[in-house]
């Protein structure tokens, strides 16, 4: 029996996963509850808990001592729940409404309990769909521009952010991204997951290429040493739930204090991919086009969203000095659009050969097809990286992208 008192941890069921919400008083002990496991994950256990009488429901994400996708071989701390839980309370006060209200964490459990959002979808399965989401663009490049601004040094007390920095230490979740994302794709490692087709062309492109990794090596350790801000960490398209009009981003168990560009280049990454999968979703060339055209705006807007925004907040909120110095701000911006390019490269090409692929591209149920798929994201993703510097605005990244469909 799981209680709140004890804070023993193990895995919740579907019976202690309403029992802790009853213990935790979100709902009355005569309250009849029905509760399911809906994690679709890689990592952990999600429960919806819910009254069916009221309507009221509660989410209970409880993290695993293992990583699900892999195993009980695969150890992974607890711990990530507690960052996940400490980033979901930073992160609601400065963009309440992109972020679930959390009403409780343990971290002896590894247990959060927030907001259930059943009435969103997650945003990847919606552009399988081939929907629309017009705020979208503009919703994540505000929450972007606040959460990165104010959790860095330009936005937050210099003192305190060192502070704030100390208590996001996320070492197991970062070996994963340093291995996954940064590592085991540009070489012929186990992890990979790669078609038998499709090795001639990944050994010719990315692991014979010594210029290529001289350029991920680069990545890699701006991911590894540069502790600029808060960042959410794994900021695909799973982890954004969409509205029609509303957008919350879910799941930062990853954050940790990294570089500015990793979570932009995450979301552009996960756009792209769809947009190359449309190529075979949408066949009708009309439909096809229109929505590609919707998604390459969203890239553009979500950019522009972003850097406005966090023009804005860097002159309305400066923390430093040098921030009313001609060229300084450019100068930022020059330099997490350079991070943002070669992020996106990496984590196009991460999840096209490295270990947990993504929906868009994997459901392609013709090999020869999603094959096809596989080798442009490849080619562009390795053209982000080593082109990184070339790409000077968001409409060049824009039309390098465009012509790889
Ligand atoms: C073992 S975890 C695999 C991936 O799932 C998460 O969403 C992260 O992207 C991680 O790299
Ligand atoms: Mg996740």
Not at 53 to 67: D, E, T, W
Not at 102 to 122: E, G, K
Request: aromatic share 10%; proline share 3%.
């Amino acid at each position: 029996m799981t209680t709140v008192e004890q804070e023993i941890y193990e895995p919740l069921n579907i019976e202690t996963a309403i029992e802790l919400s009853k213990n935790l008083q979100l709902f009355d002990h005569d309250d009849h509850l029905t509760s399911e496991e809906i994690g679709d994950g890689n990592l952990n256990l999600v429960f919806r808990v819910k009254n069916e009488h009221s309507g009221k429901s509660v989410i209970i994400k409880q993290a695993l001592p293992y990583a699900k996708v892999v195993g009980s071989s695969w150890p992974l701390t607890l711990d990530r729940a507690r960052i996940e839980s400490e980033s979901l309370k930073r992160t609601y006060q400065l963009v309440p409404k992109f972020t679930p209200k959390v009403y409780f964490s343990n971290t002896n459990l590894a247990v959060t309990v927030m907001d259930d959002l059943s009435d969103f979808t997650i945003l990847r399965k919606g552009l399988i769909a081939g929907n629309i989401y017009p705020n979208l663009a503009k919703d994540i490049g505000h929450f972007l521009a606040h959460t990165l601004f104010f959790n860095s040094d330009f936005g937050l007390n210099q003192q305190e952010k060192k502070v704030q920095s100390s208590r996001f230490i996320n070492p197991e979740l970062c070996k994963i991204t340093e291995d996954l994302v940064f590592t085991d794709p540009f070489y012929d490692h186990g992890t990979n997951n790669i078609d038998e087709d499709l090795k001639p062309f990944v050994s010719t492109m990315l692991w014979e290429d010594q210029s290529l990794k001289l350029e991920v090596a680069t990545l890699k350790k701006a991911f590894l040493t540069k502790g600029e801000t808060l960042v959410h960490g794994d900021l695909h398209t799973g982890s954004i739930f969409v509205r029609e009009e509303d957008t919350v981003v879910i799941d930062p168990e990853f954050a940790f204090y990294g570089p500015m560009g990793f979570d932009i280049g995450a979301f552009i990454a996960n756009i792209i991919l769809n947009y190359l999968s449309q190529q075979v979703h949408l066949r009708n060339q009309f439909q096809r086009q229109e929505y590609q055209q919707y998604l390459l705006n969203i890239i553009d807007e979500s950019w522009n969203a972003f850097s406005e925004e966090f023009t804005s907040l860097w002159n309305q909120y400066p923390q430093d000095v040098f921030m009313n110095i001609d060229g300084y701000l450019e100068q930022t911006l020059q330099e997490i659009f350079k991070d943002t390019i070669g992020f996106a490269g990496c984590k196009v090409i991460r999840r096209m050969i490295g270990l947990a692929g993504v929906e868009d591209v994997e459901c392609i149920s013709n090999q020869a097809d999603r094959n096809k798929v596989k080798k442009a994201a490849l080619t562009l993703g390795k053209k982000l990286i080593v082109e990184r510097s070339q790409i000077a605005t968001i409409n060049e990244l824009v039309k390098v992208v465009s012509e790889h469909a």
